[in-house]
T-cell receptor
Framework: EAGVAQSPRYKIIEKRQSVAFWCNPI?????LYWYQQILGQGPKLLIQ????????DSQLPKDRFSAERLKGVDSTLKIQPAKLEDSAVYLC???FGTGTRTEAFFGQGTRLTVV | DAKTTQPPSMDCAEGRAANLPCNHS???????VYWYRQIHSQGPQYIIH???NNETNEMASLIITEDRKSSTLILPHATLRDTAVYYC????????????FGAGTTVTVRA
């Protein structure tokens, strides 16, 4: 099966600019996650969707970050305006929403550099 | 979610078994132990999960103590490609619950 697709792979922007990341989960996966991974740290969950609804966004900096999941499939994560500390890899993951298959599959990530 | 404690790093010889410990002393009765790994410049990869019985798949074995307060991930014959950060995660087995990563254990397999 095709994996989780993310784009772009790399992005360099200046601080105070805006940026958007796109994720296409595995077909049929109801749950979608966005993580932020700063160099040397484990991934930090930003937001989790179950179909169209938000399950958890407690660690999403809502003053500058936003995310949406269109029709319960693709998702975009936006940062506006970006800060230097937003430099990180942004990972998208998906998993089946029901039953016994709860393992998450991750994309390659988008490496964001804010200068 | 219950917290986990893992050693920050460990080395392993190629061809030998690698035993990765994880402490989760506050785990509740309906929480599972999941293991993921992250090879450099890639997204995390699911390895295995279990509740209380030992589990084995094509990648690894998971041994959970009887009191469920700790577990060990075993890579039976480590190869250089197993060099990665390994994460032990405790969560309810439902996609309604978040999947939270700690710092993990950096495993280096040496030739």
């Amino acid at each position: 099966e095709a994996g989780v697709a993310q784009s772009p792979r790399y992005k360099i922007i200046e601080k105070r600019q805006s940026v958007a990341f796109w994720c296409n989960p595995i077909s049929g996966h109801a749950t979608l996650y966005w993580y932020q991974q700063i160099l040397g740290q484990g991934p930090k969950l930003l937001i989790q969707f179950q179909n169209n609804g938000v399950v958890d966004d407690s660690q999403l900096p809502k003053d500058r970050f936003s995310a949406e999941r269109l029709k319960g499939v693709d998702s975009t994560l936006k940062i506006q305006p970006a800060k230097l500390e937003d430099s990180a890899v942004y990972l998208c993951a998906s998993s089946f929403g029901t039953g016994t298959r709860t393992e998450a599959f991750f994309g390659q990530g988008t490496r964001l550099t804010v200068v | 979610d219950a917290k986990t404690t893992q050693p920050p790093s460990m080395d392993c010889a190629e061809g030998r078994a690698a035993n990765l410990p994880c402490n989760h002393s506050t785990i509740s009765g309906n929480e599972y132990v999941y293991w993921y790994r992250q090879i450099h410049s890639q997204g995390p990869q699911y390895i295995i999960h279990g509740l209380k019985n030992n589990e084995t798949n094509e990648m690894a074995s998971l041994i959970i103590t009887e009191d469920r307060k700790s577990s060990t991930l075993i890579l039976p014959h480590a190869t250089l490609r197993d060099t990665a950060v390994y994460y032990c995660i405790v969560r309810l087995r439902s996609n309604d619950y978040k999947l939270s990563f700690g710092a993990g254990t950096t495993v280096t397999v040496r030739a």
